[in-house]
């Protein structure tokens, strides 16, 4: 009877311990620190075009309930396919990450190339990976077999897409295939282009891998090698002198590795193009061209047509051939007429003239060689010039310069500064830069390459437009998580040319559902601004990619006002060496909202400030920490890492006080900022801006939260509002 009472009474104490069990096991098991998503590589790295397979993505955190799954371009599905969740704990910058299972389907018609990807789970949001749609049948490396040498080589037939890991220090891998006399086969490797904007590719100070590729013949003989062919990644084509066994071999130029050193290879003995020539055609017309490149058996002639084209811009396409269809290539569809150069355009006698705007495609085809393009130019005028080359995969380094008749060297305006010559854009080997007319007359464009390198594959095409007034749009919008009723901020930031400095107008088009964005106006001589966003406080948990942009009123080539558009370009942040930060040039900005994450509410007082030249003001900001969330949170207005600032919001004149208190730790709070404006602060009318609040996820992550909106308005020394009317 004692054992039954005792065992009732175990019972009962037990049942009566439950719900506080419950409770300490859902608190400890609730998260904190709660950042992006830090996606590596796929495994394999390429799906065929019309197929259906599983996959695998590695990521540094968990990605269980994935919900969206978003490329830079529509067609592909990816569902998330764990059948129950997984932990993915953080293990440092040099791992691969937890692998998670997702289905992919890639429609038949979808272009092959390749696919910036984001994923968005019910929790956060993604950094970029990279996904290769290939025309081939994808091989995937055999685990656990070895295949570093010609006799243990893995078999693969051609045409394949072999996908691989040179996974450790001195690893190299090879294949090998059957092939037959006078067989045309090219062979490219994918490395550094499925990897490049991935967040934590640093490792050992060394980031992308740099491939080598060497194709060895029946005798064990080296028949051909290749470095850097698109960039750093590497290509091969040969035609087989005899029947027999061939074998490639792929490793890193430095003998380094790691589980991230994702590859695709594509090996085939279909046409394969470099580059069309001309590479243009204009919107509406057809044009003849010439295919340059390897197994057309040929066949080097091709139509362009741009007469049904909806868009314009460039893109790859494939053309078709007696010989079979080709690899798809980069060609552009143009609203401007468009030339080829003729190649006698070397000086400034035999300048081949241009009639803006139009594009003109030419090709260095011998060493030292330049080339020249003659306008006619008012004083006062702008006119653009923009060239492509590194970026559509071609290997020109170009330099250019504008000259007068006497070849006197005209000072052009690079990346928004004064310049002779210009070399590299912006994350770019293509040079682009505006050029204003000193006086009425005949110009002069040059182009060569940087190291006075011509031949087969140094074409490029050029873009020549009048311009007036102009701005680029940049800064921080890489990602953004939002729980219901809370808000977040990015930054942009205009660069301003050719003299404008009109009011630009900021906007975010595609928000997620629930989420909406504080209108945002930069007037004249301001530059930077905070994007606000709010979800509100029933927004469901969803995402969406969105495009950034501003807008103004300039006056156009005729003098007449006209609106011009301007896309934001969007970079990632790219670890680097020693913990620090690098930005990339990427495709996609990407807005999730969230269930709830380390700070629950983020207020700030008081919502209106007026200040004079010379004054200060306070504002009081509270947080309101997860019950996960321990750690401390630095409240600030600029995004800053160290000594760089990515991002800023106040206008010029106003700063941020160092007698502010910035550092919220243990049970504290609330803090305070304190701006000041100095004494020439210029007026400026309810500008918006926010309190941010960092919560550090690593040493150099930190996810960012904003508090309400604030105006803030700047009067002149009177204290007299000189914008009231406006």
């Given amino acids: 009877m004692r054992c039954f009472v005792f065992s009732l009474m175990t019972f009962s104490l037990f049942v009566s311990a439950l719900p506080r069990l419950q409770a300490a096991d859902a608190k400890k098991d609730a998260p904190s620190k709660i950042g992006f998503r830090q996606l590596v590589a796929f495994k394999p790295a390429a799906v065929q075009q019309g197929d259906k397979r599983k996959i695998q993505l590695h990521s540094s955190y968990t990605l269980d309930n994935t919900h969206s799954v978003f490329f830079d371009k529509p067609g592909i599905k990816m569902i998330f396919a764990e059948p129950k969740p997984k932990d993915a704990p953080r293990r440092g910058r040099g791992s691969v990450g937890t692998p998670f299972a997702f289905d992919v389907e890639v429609p038949q018609d979808q272009p092959a190339r390749v696919y910036e990807c984001r994923v968005a789970t019910d929790q956060a949001v993604s950094s970029v990976t990279h996904l290769l749609v290939t025309p081939y049948p994808v091989i995937e490396e055999e685990e656990k077999k070895e295949n570093n040498s010609f006799d243990t080589a893995q ?93 490639f071999e792929i490793r890193d130029a430095r003998y380094v590795g790691t ?25 509406g017309k057809t044009q003849d061209v010439e295919l340059h490149g390897f197994a057309l058996k040929g066949n080097t002639k091709a139509t362009f047509s741009g007469a049904d084209a909806q868009e314009t811009g460039w893109a790859q396409r494939t053309f078709t051939t007696p010989a079979g269809k ?27 003239p241009l009639t803006l705007p139009m594009g003109v495609s030419g090709r260095l085809t011998e060493e030292g060689q330049t080339h020249f393009y003659s306008f006619k130019a008012k004083k006062g005028q702008y006119y653009s010039f923009d060239l492509m080359a590194n970026r559509i995969d071609l290997p020109l380094d170009c330099v250019m310069e504008v000259v007068d008749n006497k070849s006197k060297p005209q000072r052009i305006y690079v990346n928004g500064g004064a310049n002779s010559e210009a070399d590299d854009g912006l994350s770019t080997k293509d040079a682009n830069f505006y050029f204003q007319a000193p006086a009425d007359g005949e110009y002069y464009v040059t182009v060569r390459d940087l190291h006075d390198r011509g031949g087969e594959r140094f074409a490029y095409h050029l873009s020549a437009e009048l311009s007036g007034p102009e701005f680029e749009v940049h800064g921080e919008y890489y990602y953004a998580q939002i729980a219901p009723g809370t808000n977040m901020m990015w930054f942009a930031r205009v660069k301003r040319l050719n003299g404008f400095d009109g009011p630009i107008e900021m906007n975010i088009e ?42 103004a009123k300039v006056p156009g080539p005729d003098g007449k006002e006209i609106e011009i558009v301007r896309e934001g370009r969007i970079t990632a942040e790219i670890q680097s060496r020693g913990g620090g930060q690098a930005r990339w040039p990427i495709n996609t900005s990407i807005v999730g909202v969230t269930k709830p994450l380390d700070l629950l509410e983020v207020t700030a007082t008081p919502t209106e400030i007026t200040l004079k030249p010379g004054e200060s003001a306070e504002i009081k900001v509270k947080i309101k920490r997860s019950d996960a969330y321990k750690d401390p949170v630095t409240l600030a207005t600029a995004f800053e890492y160290f000594n760089s600032k990515f991002g800023l919001q106040l206008p010029p004149g106003v700063s941020l006080s160092k007698k502010s208190k910035t550092r919220l730790a243990g049970k504290t709070l609330e803090g305070t900022l304190i701006i000041e404006a100095s004494d020439k602060a210029k007026p400026i009318k309810r500008f918006p801006f926010a309190a941010m609040a960092r919560v550090g996820i690593t040493f150099s992550i930190t996810t960012n939260y904003a508090s309400n909106v604030i105006y803030l308005t700047i009067t002149d020394p009177e204290g007299k509002d000189k914008l009231a009317k406006k």
């Fill in 326 to 352: 080709t690899n798809a290539v980069w060609t552009l569809v143009s609203e401007n007429p468009q030339a080829a150069a003729p190649n006698t355009n070397t000086s400034l006698e035999t300048a081949f």
């Fill in 510 to 551: 595609g928000l997620p559902e629930g989420v909406t964005f504080e209108p945002v106006t930069l007037p004249s001589g301001v530059n930077d601004c905070g994007l606000i966003l709010k979800a509100s406080k029933d927004a469901p948990i969803n995402a969406a990619l969105v495009k950034i942009s501003g807008k």
């Fill in 259 to 283: 589980p991230k050193y994702a590859y695709c290879i594509e090996v085939s003995d279909t046409p394969f193009v470099n580059f069309t020539y001309p590479l243009a055609v204009q919107k």
């Fill in 155 to 247: 078999e693969v037939t051609v045409p394949s897409t072999v996908c691989g890991l040179v996974e450790k220090s001195e690893d190299l891998d090879c294949y090998k295939f059957k092939g037959k006399k006078g067989q045309e086969i090219t062979i490219q490797v994918y490395a550094q282009r499925v990897t490049e904007a991935i967040h934590t590719m640093q490792t050992s100070n060394v980031y992308l891998m740099d491939s080598i590729l060497t194709l060895y013949g029946p005798q064990k003989q080296i028949v051909a090698q290749n470095d850097n062919y698109y960039k750093s990644d590497s290509l091969i084509t040969y035609k087989l002198p005899a029947d027999g066994e061939y074998v």
